[in-house]
């Protein structure tokens, strides 16, 4: 979790800037922890490898990397298998969801070993290319809504699961990764239609509340072994931000 | 996360007008969505003029006895209510309350948009999903909404002393196998249409004004087909089915003034829904006449045995041994026309499904049976105790389901579902 939210930009470029100084911080982050994470799995520590995976995995929801905004880099760190000829066997699946296959499917540093040093590789290249990366403006008002819109589609449907459970924990830090952009844009937000960014975050605080609730004792319970009744309220929450978030671009829109 | 190594980025949906400042794309409006939905017009006019209209507004809920001739598609869905407080319950009923008039008076996209329904911000997604072109029709439109006991014995919403008598739990019968999946849930609509694209659309609709309040638990949709050749329309068993219905002037189904009901409840009535798998395979290997025999009628015709057409009542003063209509026959256990039993009619209201495939290739096809009454006990548990054991009881499956209150219908053009609640 970010410690606090970053202060509004007040241009679209000072938007775009401040989040490639936030990405930049994460990928910080990121680079260490796949460092971790190939030194447990190397030494066949896989249940610390297992923990330090749900670690790394969190960090890059909260890049908040929505619309493959990071291309064939972004693919290498967070790919999935579908579409992939061979599917989860496929040599072409690598990165933060392959790990998750391996670690959740008893695989071990036979398997993983490359994996893991790959992904260390591809996480320094990236953050090595960041700063000459283009980031469009015109993105930003789309990930504010598609992060969590990933969220729905990917995450709480089971599509992105290779075998963890942990849609709960990746929602909650896709929700960290959309308030660090809406607040980024929180200036130029409000100034288009006063007071929307209050009414959005109304809908968030409401999201991270019900997915609190879900935690047991500071762990995230496997999202498929929550009965219907105790998944609604964090899917009826998410559906209410989403519907909130879809004027987000609007704002930003030139055709209507 | 749009993440697959084969799948190129995706390019930019829009052109964007980039910086603060430009309010020219932007009309900010005080209303937002839902406030917005809140007060649409329920005097408009119909959208249509060859499409009927049922009227929304009277002192009970369309839907059961209105419009005269029951619609043609139906979804049946269930909620749980996910307000948490009484405030937010009543918002959720007014929302469902101008959804339920817009969509029954239909849309015209030529007709000027008030402001108060103008989103609070232009240019964002379009009004509606599109599904039904630019005008929606009304198409017979009508919504029909319950509230499962869960709702009153919920103390967040304080209403534990208005539930209505009788208002339980849906009941396990010995033939029935409840499946938690389609079983139960706080809150029912029935929407009914002519055509099968306005009840998804109604539903899409109806969900995405209510995100966050509601939240769909299961929904079926099923089909009223048409006579064939005429009169009563069949069932997925090949009978015609709801011939014997209770007119409206017989006085069993609206709860009343007296009823022994709480005021508010006066103009609603009791909802039952059992979803019943009818096991088709089966039944198609069984002889016409033992067929005739466990329902009591002809296939043919839809007349009761040893009579000519199906309104004929069955005469069953002159038949007590079952020679003509056998004693454990469908029409005759569930209505054995005697004074005793009268008044354990009901009005049924249901509608076929027809949904997928079984474990085993068999057709997943049967009855969202939907019946109306002032008293459950009284009249469907009756009904139903009576039907416990009767040779049918081999070819269908009850598998979800459950009972609600439907709640009084709304007169006053301010007014809205279940204000009596919040009295």
Redesign the interface.
Known sequence: MPDSLPAPA???DGVVAAYRNYVSGQLDTLTGQALSLKASIGNNSLEVARRQWLDAQMTW?RVG?????F??L???I???P???PKGSADP?FTGLHRLEYGLFHGQGPAELAAVASKLYADVVELHGKLPTMEL????M??RCHEILE?SLR?NLSGN?DQGSGMALALTSADLDGTRVVLALMR??VD????G?TA?VTA?LD?LGNALARTQDQGTWPAWRTLP??AR??V???L?????SL??V???????? | MTSNPTTPPRPGRRSFLIGAGSGAAVTALAATAANAAIHSSPSATPASATAPAVPFHGATQAGVYRPADQQRQACFASFRVLATTKAELKTLLQVLTAQGVKLSTGVRAADPVPAESLPAIAGGPPQNSGVLGEDVPPDSFTMTVGLAASVFDNPAFGLAGKKPKGLTEMTVFPNDTPDPAWTGGDLLLQLCADSTDMVHYALREITKATRGLLALSWKINGFHSAPRPAGTPRNLFGYKDGIANPAQDEQLVWITQGSGQPDWAVGGTFIVVRLIRMLVEFWDRVGLGEQDGMIGRHRVSGAPLGAVKETDVPDYANDPDGQNIPLDAHIRMANPRTKATDASRLLRRGYNYDLGVDLNGNMQAGLIFASFQRDIKAQFEATQLRLVNEPMTDYIEPFGGGYFIGLPGVTAANGFLGEGLFA
């Open positions: 007040p241009t679209m929801q990397a929505a619309y493959g905004s291309g064939d972004g693919s290498a967070n790919g999935l579908s579409g992939l072409g469009a403006g015109s993105d008002p789309l990933d990917d992105n200036t130029l100034t288009l239609s006063p929307y009414k809908t409401r219907l009744a609604q309220p899917t009826g929450a559906g209410a931000a989403l519907e879809a004027y671009p609007a704002l930003f829109s030139t055709d209507d």
